[in-house]
C-alpha cells in the first residue's frame, strides 16, 4: 500500500522521468532484495573526517537526511545508472526528513518490477518504457499506480562524437551510415562497421534496427553505462569514430558533444514487433 501523500509529493519533483509506486504489497515487507542494499542516509567515511573536507560535507549531508522514521518504510528501487542513483539520493533523503525510513537496492530494470508481486519494491522513479510491465503492474494487477510525469523528457538514440558532424555532416541522417560503415571496424565488428551497445538490460532494440534498417553494422554490448561513457570520452578526446546507444538527459552531455543521429521518426506501436521494428526510441515523459 502506497503511503498517505507519497504521490503527491514525487509528482512534484522535476528530476525523474516517471514514477511508479506499489500499491498492494509495498511497506512493511520484511525482505529486501539480495542485490547492493542500502539503509539509512548513504555510506558514512572509514577514516575520522576532517573539518571542512570531503567526508565532513558527507557527514553534513547524512545528518541533514536523518529523521524519525516512524512514520513507515519505504522501498526504493536503483536503476543501473549514475542518473538513477542521484534521483533516488535526493528522494531519500527527502522522505527521511519526512519521517519514513528508507531501503534501497540496485537491480536491472525488468527484474526490479517483480519487487511489486512480492512487496520488496515500493517505488521505481524511472520509467524509460516498458508497456508490458506497464499493462501487467498498473493496469491488470494494480499492484502499482503510475504517479505521472515530472517534467524531464527521457531521449533514447544513436549518438556520435561532435567532431564527427563537423567533419562529416551527412552522418547525422541515417540513410548515410553505410556510407561511413568502414569508419566505424573494429576487430570485434569484423567487416562492418560497430555499432556501440550499452547494457543489453536497458530498452533497446539496436539489433534489430540495424537489421529492418539494412545497416551493415554489428552491435556490441560496452555491458555498462560507465563503459559506454569511458567510450564516448575517449572518442572525442582522441577523436576516434564512435557510433552508439545513448540518452538524455545524462551527465556526459554537458561536458562533451554527442550528436543524435536522425532515425525512421518514432509512431505509435512502431515498436511493438521487435523482429520488424525500424524507427527511432519513443520519447517518455
Not at 19 to 47: I, L
Not at 61 to 86: R, Y
Not at 256 to 278: E, F, N, R, S
Request: proline share 5%.
Amino acid at each position: 500500500m502506497r503511503h498517505t501523500g507519497l504521490g503527491r509529493w514525487f509528482a512534484g519533483m522535476a528530476v525523474v522521468v516517471l514514477v511508479v509506486t506499489g500499491c498492494a504489497k509495498g511497506s512493511g515487507a520484511t525482505e529486501t532484495p539480495a542485490a547492493s542494499v542500502a539503509t539509512g542516509g548513504g555510506s558514512t567515511a572509514s577514516s575520522q573526517p576532517s573539518a571542512g573536507g570531503p567526508a565532513a560535507s558527507q557527514g553534513v549531508a547524512k545528518a541533514t537526511c536523518q529523521g524519525s522514521g516512524d512514520k513507515g518504510d519505504v522501498k526504493m528501487m536503483i536503476n543501473q545508472w549514475v542518473g538513477a542513483e542521484a534521483n533516488v539520493a535526493v528522494a531519500q533523503c527527502l522522505l527521511q526528513q519526512m519521517g519514513y525510513k528508507v531501503e534501497t537496492s540496485t537491480l536491472a530494470e525488468q527484474p526490479a518490477w517483480q519487487g511489486f508481486d512480492t512487496g520488496e519494491v515500493d517505488v521505481i522513479l524511472e520509467n524509460w518504457g516498458h508497456p508490458d510491465l506497464e499493462q501487467h503492474y498498473i493496469k491488470d494487477t494494480k499492484l502499482a499506480t503510475d504517479d505521472g510525469p515530472n517534467g524531464v523528457t527521457g531521449i533514447i538514440g544513436w549518438y556520435v562524437p561532435g567532431w564527427m558532424i563537423d567533419k562529416y555532416p551527412d552522418l547525422a541522417d541515417w540513410h548515410n551510415l553505410n556510407k561511413y560503415a568502414s569508419l566505424f571496424k573494429t576487430p570485434e565488428s569484423g567487416d562492418k562497421g560497430q555499432f556501440l551497445g550499452s547494457d543489453p538490460t536497458f530498452v533497446q532494440y539496436d539489433e534489430a534496427l540495424i537489421t529492418n534498417l539494412g545497416l551493415n553494422y554489428k552491435d556490441i554490448f560496452s555491458g555498462s553505462e560507465a563503459a559506454t561513457i569511458t567510450a564516448f570520452q575517449q572518442a572525442d578526446k582522441n577523436k576516434t569514430p564512435l557510433i552508439g546507444y545513448f540518452y538524455d538527459p545524462q551527465w556526459l552531455q554537458n561536458e562533451i558533444k554527442l550528436v543524435q543521429i536522425k532515425l525512421p521518426a518514432y509512431t505509435p506501436g512502431c515498436d511493438k514487433d521487435l523482429k520488424k521494428v525500424a524507427c527511432d526510441y519513443r520519447r517518455t515523459s
